[in-house]
């Protein structure tokens, strides 16, 4: 969920930190106001792309920061930040991205950099932006799949599927590896133990790269070091101006004075104090100096270890090996290769005794892929049908009265014959015709955005209606964030009434951000922000900030009428009332 975004010098805003709560959040203003500005920030922050063009006139930069709550059940949001090593706490993630006048930017989650990628792949797990035909994962093909399953409710049978088909894929590499010829597997046998050898005779220990690293830069850096450690030797203990030689006869001059006057014993006991300290201080010094000693050869060979502990981790510590084990060190890496290879030489070595059983266990599961294949294909299809006329019955209360959708079901093919993938036997693709004797084409294809935005918003509420009670939460997906921007575009009357229904309806479970024009949409909302253009000192700037009662009554009347006639206002009050709108 946002909690707070800071938008800076980006197109007409100056600079603007704005706080934001659950539920349906609606932006309002007159046309040209910026409101397409608030959209456009969100997106830049999303990863979208950008040019220098956006940043304030006589500015340097721009930049937009947001904190998020992140609900600790989103395990892809968690995941994908364990995986980067990116920690955070309180269920809170703050993302900043700026872009300069030479067209280059930065982009940080938790102050660490990531590559814009990364930050549109990270945002897309937590928000949809539906407008200007930026629609995220309603465009992605990938995604009509994993939507329908949570509306058919099958998702742990998706992710039990997965593990089956996983691992008839890894016992089928192993098949494939046993049946390669004899010369093949010997020169496998051959890397392999190779690899096991050099790395038994490193005999790397755990954290001991990082350590020869301090060693190594303590011993380049000797001269400087002695340096130092003399000159402050020099401070403490040498001559008649050192810092001990001056304690001691303060000491001194202090032990006569308390003599003649005792309220100086606090004094001369803190003083007493410093100078024990400074006679500590000053023989733990002495030691190191004594200690300290250069040793060339003892560099050689530091250097020597590290140009073979990176030689190994370069060579034998893969992607896929970090990707797995997100919290293990270069060593341990070193060490889990090492493992890696002893099993696959145990696997090649036992092949041959473990062929005819491996065999067996090929045939089980691919017998059990093909029954759990069917059966998701069954559910799909049947829910398939479900899904599309349930969302073609909400566009047509969404003011797309001739709108067909239809949730199409492809099977995989290969050579004529049915294949599988990892979530089952079939592709899932959304189709639309949204006026009659229109052909069904693909989402991207609609020249709307309203209309996608309504088709994304009839998907969600679809998924919401198919959930239990009030309570049920409807995460189609982690996405906790929606964002509409044209969804009033072209309607009016009981369609608007029906949208801003829909909107309120999805908002008890989701965060929702609407930019609206219509007084009936915006009444619905929990919280009302309004987007306004000013003028100071010759410049043009937006501005946003939350309304009060008073100013959402003004608000809504402005939005009925124009203006805030008693006429308008009256109305305002309609209408305020008959949607239970709260007092601050």
């Not at 755990?206 to 303590?218: D, F, P, Q, V, Y």
């Not at 069917?374 to 479900?386: A, C, H, I, P, Y």
């Amino acid at each position: 969920m946002l909690e707070e975004m800071s938008i800076r010098n980006y197109a007409l805003i100056d600079s603007i930190t704005l706080s934001f709560r659950a539920g349906f959040n609606v932006l309002t203003g007159e046309t040209g106001a910026g409101k397409s500005i608030i959209v456009g920030s969100l997106s830049f922050l999303m990863g979208g792309k950008a040019e220098a063009d956006i940043i304030r006139t006589g500015c340097d930069e721009a930049s937009v920061s947001a904190s998020l709550s992140v609900n600790e059940n989103n395990t892809d949001v968690c995941e994908w930040l364990k995986m980067r090593d990116i920690d955070f706490e309180d269920n809170t993630v703050i993302v900043r991205r700026n872009i300069k006048t030479s067209g280059r930017g930065s982009v940080y989650i938790q102050n660490i950099p990531v590559t814009r990628q990364d930050l549109s792949e990270f945002m897309g797990l937590l928000f949809d932006i539906h407008g200007q035909h930026n629609h995220e994962s309603l465009l992605k093909k990938e995604n009509h799949r994993r939507l329908l399953d949570n509306f058919c409710e099958i998702e742990h049978e998706v992710k039990d599927f997965s593990k089956v088909f996983l691992e008839l894929t890894d016992k089928r590499k192993v098949m494939e590896a046993s049946l390669k010829n004899d010369r093949e597997r010997e020169e496998r046998l051959e890397l392999l133990k190779y690899a096991v050898e050099e790395i038994e005779k490193a005999a790397i220990q755990s954290g001991e790269i990082r350590e020869l690293e301090n060693e190594a830069n303590k011993l380049v850096s000797f001269e400087k070091l002695a340096g130092f450690i003399q000159s402050a030797n020099e401070c403490f203990s040498n001559g008649e101006q050192s810092l001990l030689t001056l304690t001691r006869r303060a000491k001194n001059a202090l032990d006569s004075a308390t003599s003649a006057d005792s309220s100086l014993g606090e004094i001369n006991r803190r003083v007493d104090n410093f100078y024990y300290e400074a006679e500590d201080i000053a023989a733990d010094i002495r030691a190191y100096r004594e200690k300290l000693t250069f040793d060339p050869g003892r560099l050689e060979v530091v250097n020597d270890r590290l140009v073979l502990l990176y030689k190994l981790k370069k060579k034998y510590v893969l992607k896929q090996d970090i990707k797995d084990n997100v919290s293990a060190s270069d060593e341990e890496a070193i060490l889990l290769h090492k493992n890696k290879c002893e099993k696959e030489i145990e696997a090649l070595n036992s092949a041959e005794e473990n062929r005819d059983k491996l065999k067996s266990q090929i045939s089980l599961l691919e017998k059990t892929i093909r029954n759990n294949a069917q059966s998701l294909r069954e559910k799909r299809t049947t829910g398939s049908e479900k899904l599309g006329l349930l969302i073609s019955g909400i566009l047509k209360n969404l003011g797309m009265p001739n709108a067909q959708f239809q949730v199409k079901i492809i099977p995989k093919e290969q050579n004529g014959m049915p294949s599988y993938g990892v979530c089952g036997s079939e592709d899932v693709e959304f189709l639309i015709s949204a006026n009659k004797g229109e052909p069904l084409k693909d989402l991207a294809k609609i020249a709307s955005g309203g209309e996608l935005s309504r088709v994304m918003l009839a998907i969600k509420t679809a998924l919401l209606d198919q959930a239990s009670g009030e309570e049920a939460p409807a995460q189609s997906d982690g996405v906790q964030t929606l964002v509409f921007d044209e969804i009033d575009s072209g309607i009016g009357g009981e369609v608007a009434l029906k949208v801003g229904e829909y909107l309120m309806k999805i908002g008890k479970f989701k965060q929702i951000f609407c930019v609206t024009h219509l007084a009936s949409i915006a009444v619905r909302a929990d919280n009302h922000f309004k987007v306004e253009k000013k003028l100071e000192s010759g410049r043009t700037f937006t501005s946003i900030g939350p309304l009060s009662l008073k100013g959402r009554r003004n608000e809504i009347a402005r939005m009925l009428a124009g203006d805030a006639g008693s006429a308008a206002l009256a109305h305002a009050d309609e209408l305020m009332s008959k949607y239970g709108v709260r007092s601050d």
